[in-house]
T-cell receptor, first 110, second 114 residues
Framework: SQQGEEDPQALSIQEGENATMNCSYK?????LQWYRQNSGRGLVHLIL?????REKHSGRLRVTLDTSKKSSSLLITASRAADTASYFC??????????FGDGTTLTVKP | DTGVSQDPRHKITKRGQNVTFRCDPI?????LYWYRQTLGQGPEFLTY????????KSRLLSDRFSAERPKGSFSTLEIQRTEQGDSAMYLC????????????FGSGTQLSVL
């Protein structure tokens, strides 16, 4: 079974609105990463947050991490139609590999 | 283009045939990963290499699957006696050890088993 679970499974918003998606995981982690995937393509790395960090920003992206609750959130501000994609969280443990959740499908309507 | 490349992009095969996929990672990356993804699901770990050594193989991977990275550069993933359940996107990714495992993905090989 997958380590991470994203919520919601699907999200539809208007251009200009903010999009928030959440990720919960089960075991202790070293890092948590967010990736984006356009339909039929590979995944693109967005942002990494280490287990000793609580918040990180990159452009219009804001990621938070709460290790006590084993959860993370990804906020995309001022969304654009081009942000339409699937977003996955991935957790890194000492096992040496990243384990992905099943993703949130974001649709941004122009 | 110096990203991760996968070949072929699409493969259609009949049940029972063998198929082989190739992945060329970013040249300075010493780790190479194979994932499988089905529609509506996240990538599922299959196996990974550090240089030419295969360090881990998923228990989900049957003995019909084999992966190699003979010189620590490109890798191949072979599926023998394909089944319809093998239909999926096969993704390759590479990373540099010590780079906090930020993965760079290829565009994948879409396998359809008829």
């Amino acid at each position: 079974s997958q380590q991470g679970e994203e919520d919601p499974q699907a999200l539809s918003i208007q251009e200009g609105e903010n999009a928030t998606m959440n990720c919960s995981y089960k075991t202790s982690i070293n890092n948590l990463q967010w990736y984006r995937q356009n339909s039929g393509r590979g995944l693109v790395h967005l942002i990494l947050i280490r287990s000793n960090e609580r918040e990180k920003h990159s452009g219009r992206l804001r990621v938070t991490l709460d290790t006590s609750k084993k959860s993370s959130s990804l906020l995309i501000t001022a969304s654009r139609a081009a942000d339409t994609a699937s977003y996955f969280c991935a957790t890194d443990t000492n096992a040496g590999k990243s384990t992905f959740g099943d993703g949130t499908t974001l649709t941004v309507k122009p | 283009d110096t990203g991760v490349s996968q070949d072929p992009r699409h493969k259609i095969t009949k049940r029972g045939q063998n198929v082989t996929f190739r992945c060329d990672p970013i040249s300075e990356h010493n780790r190479l990963y194979w994932y499988r993804q089905t529609l509506g699901q996240g990538p599922e770990f299959l196996t990974y290499f550090q240089n030419e050594a295969q360090l881990e193989k998923s228990r989900l991977l049957s003995d019909r699957f084999s992966a190699e990275r003979p010189k620590g550069s490109f890798s191949t993933l072979e599926i023998q006696r394909t089944e319809q359940g093998d239909s999926a996107m096969y993704l390759c990714a590479s990373s540099q050890t010590g780079g906090f495992e930020k993965l760079f993905f290829g565009s994948g090989t879409q396998l359809s088993v008829l």
